[in-house]
T-cell receptor, first 117, second 115 residues
């Protein structure tokens, strides 16, 4: 079974600052995918970014980027030029490769990110 | 793309009553997932279906919980009888056919309160 650990229950930064959310995972799988989801107060789950484990290049999406360290089983999320709208719960998630179809996501407990004006 | 549609958005019921949560996945998606979110346990996978067939229901907490997917466009999660500890937000999510790297598309969830 896979486990995902987010060691920072809550973080707070000033608007326009850069913030990094940490995530580590444990798995015996060699092929898998990693995701970051954002959950604002509306409780909608929004995909932020994803990373295929076989790709060495770190994924980026505008102000969001990841630092994927496969050997260390680490998958941190960096948010640059943070904005008030970034305030939300952020969940790190793991999905093992399943050639026959989709498999479920295993989530971490989340980090509550607060962007201060 | 209407997204994953869940109903109701909120449900308040008394202990012992039957509760049915509904989900319509995105058209063309062939995998459907039910998650439960609580403060204590976070997001837990309850059950998921591929092509309307239940694949893994090991996350279903008790026999009081059951899920069905009679066709590709509809699924239900039923709790009978409900208990206060079932209070949570229940999410439905779907993904399209592929190699398993497609992200899950979530509905807006149903907040269940059992008194």
């Amino acid at each position: 079974a896979q486990t995902v650990t987010q060691s920072q229950p809550e973080m707070s930064v000033q608007e326009a600052e850069t913030v990094t959310l940490s995530c580590t995972y444990d798995t015996s799988e060699s092929n898998y995918y990693l995701f970051w989801y954002k959950q604002p107060p509306s409780r909608q789950m929004i995909l932020v970014i994803r990373q295929e484990a076989y790709k060495q290049q770190n994924a980026t999406e505008n102000r969001f980027s990841v630092n994927f360290q496969k050997a260390a089983k680490s998958f941190s999320l960096k948010i640059s030029d943070s904005q008030l709208g970034d305030t939300a719960m952020y969940f790190c998630a793991f999905m093992k490769y399943s050639g026959g179809g989709a498999d479920g996501l295993t989530f971490g407990k989340g980090t509550h990110l607060i962007i201060q004006p | 793309d209407a997204g994953v549609i869940q109903s109701p958005r909120h449900e308040v019921t008394e202990m012992g009553q039957e509760v049915t949560l509904r989900c319509k996945p995105i058209s063309g998606h062939n995998s459907l997932f039910w998650y439960r979110q609580t403060m204590m346990r976070g997001l837990e996978l309850l059950i998921y279906f591929n092509n309307n067939v239940p694949i893994d229901d090991s996350g279903m907490p008790e026999d009081r919980f059951s899920a069905k997917m009679p066709n590709a466009s509809f699924s239900t999660l039923k709790i009978q009888p409900s208990e206060p500890r079932d209070s949570a937000v229940y999410f439905c999510a779907s993904t399209p056919p592929g190699q398993g790297n497609s992200p899950l598309h979530f509905g807006n969830g149903t907040r269940l309160t059992v008194t």
